[in-house]
Structure formats: structure tokens, C-alpha cells
């Protein structure tokens, strides 16, 4: 059974900094590409970045480009993001998905993690 | 970037309903075009992929149709656990987007 669990979320002051996790298991994680998809409360998702499966390529919205890194250890089937200089629009639930066919079929999701940014 | 608008943004239904909702791009995709279901507190959930394609384990009253820059999701019969929220979403080209999403309530 395919598991994603995220973990890592909390408030967090503007300015600030967080690493959010996604344990993968019940598939072989560095055979997928993965990404994280972020909602704002009560708004829509948002896609915030992906990886491949060997973590050579990276790809980021431009709204967290240069702040936000995300990266992956296949030995310990591990989706990280990093997230610094964090502001208040950041704030939302950030869920970890698996790809299916190509780059951005998200046809897995982990139940996701909030982060609120806030002083 | 591709922007992804859905219609209508809510909808009220009956149990039995046929049920559709339409996503239009703002460029052509082809057909990489994936629909998702959320409920609340809860994760998306892929239905159909690559426009018209069921995700296995869905039921078969979820349909997909469209190509280029129109597409539809429909629910042939709707049952009680399909109120939700529904998403389009394109797959052609970085960065992937979301429609604004469809409330379908009673």
C-alpha cells in the first residue's frame, strides 16, 4: 500500500525558516518523480515544486523560487523542502504527491502538513 | 504560464444527477488534463488522467472528455460520497495549474 506522510509543519514567524519531510513507503521511491502542492485556507492548490526520481532536476513556482529547495534521499525514501525567508502568503497545507505518468499526473497524496506563517 | 478556469464555481445537486463541469486552458494542452476530487480535510484524489482516462479503482459514473483547450468531467449518476470539490488540472508544461475548483453540494 502506497503511504506518503508528511511532517515538519508549525507556526512559524515571518522571516523565518522550515523543513518540511515526506516518508514514502509501499512503492520504490526512486523510481518516481515527486512534488509538493500547497492550499491556502479555503483557496485552491497550488503547485510549489517537484523532483525527479534521481533528484538531478528540480523545478519550482515562481512564487518560491530562491527560497524554497526541495530534495530527496532515495536511501531513506525521503521527500524534503526547504523553506526560508518564509511570509505570511506562504501559510497553508503542504502535501507531498507521487507522479504517475510524466512529470505533474499527482496520483498519490499524503495527507499534508500545516505551516502558518505569522508573528 | 497556462491558466485553467473551471465552470461553474459551485453547483447544487441531487442524488441520481447528471452532473458536468467544464475546464477550459487558456492555450492548447492536448489532452494533458487530469481531474481530481477533495473532500474536506482531506487529500485530492486523481479521477481521470490525460483527459479521458479513469484512474483504476474509480467508479465508472466518472467520465472525461475534451482535447485541446475544452474539457468536461461528468458524473453520470451522483451519489452521496461525490460531494466534493472538483480540480482540472493541466500536465503539458511547467508550471503545472489548477483550475479555481468546483463545489458540488446539495
Known amino acids: 500500500e502506497v503511504q506518503l506522510v508528511e511532517s515538519g509543519g508549525g507556526l512559524v514567524q515571518p522571516g523565518g525558516s522550515l523543513r518540511l519531510s515526506c516518508a514514502a513507503s509501499?512503492?520504490?521511491?526512486?523510481?518516481?518523480?515527486m512534488s509538493w502542492v500547497r492550499q491556502a485556507p479555503r483557496k485552491g492548490l497550488e503547485w510549489v515544486s517537484s523532483i525527479s526520481d534521481s533528484g538531478g532536476s528540480t523545478y519550482y513556482a515562481n512564487s518560491v523560487k530562491g527560497r524554497f529547495t526541495i530534495s530527496r534521499d532515495n536511501s531513506k525514501n525521503t521527500l524534503y523542502l526547504q523553506m526560508n525567508s518564509l511570509r505570511a502568503e506562504d501559510t497553508a497545507v503542504y502535501y507531498c504527491a507521487k507522479s504517475g505518468s510524466g512529470w505533474y499526473l499527482f496520483n498519490f497524496w499524503g495527507q499534508g502538513t500545516m505551516v502558518t506563517v505569522s508573528s | 504560464d497556462i491558466q485553467m478556469t473551471q465552470s461553474p464555481s459551485s453547483l447544487s445537486a441531487s442524488v441520481g444527477d447528471k452532473v458536468t463541469i467544464t475546464c477550459r486552458a487558456s492555450q492548447s494542452i492536448n489532452s494533458f488534463l487530469n481531474w481530481y476530487q477533495q473532500k474536506p480535510g482531506k487529500a485530492p484524489k486523481v479521477l481521470i488522467y490525460a483527459a479521458s482516462s479513469l484512474q483504476s479503482g474509480v467508479p465508472s459514473r466518472f467520465s472525461g472528455s475534451g482535447s485541446e483547450t475544452d474539457f468536461t468531467l461528468t458524473i453520470s449518476s451522483l451519489q452521496p460520497e461525490d460531494f466534493a470539490t472538483y480540480y482540472c488540472q493541466q500536465s503539458y508544461s511547467t508550471p503545472p495549474t489548477f483550475g479555481q475548483g468546483t463545489k458540488v453540494e446539495i
Open positions: 509501499g512503492f520504490t521511491f526512486s523510481s518516481d518523480v
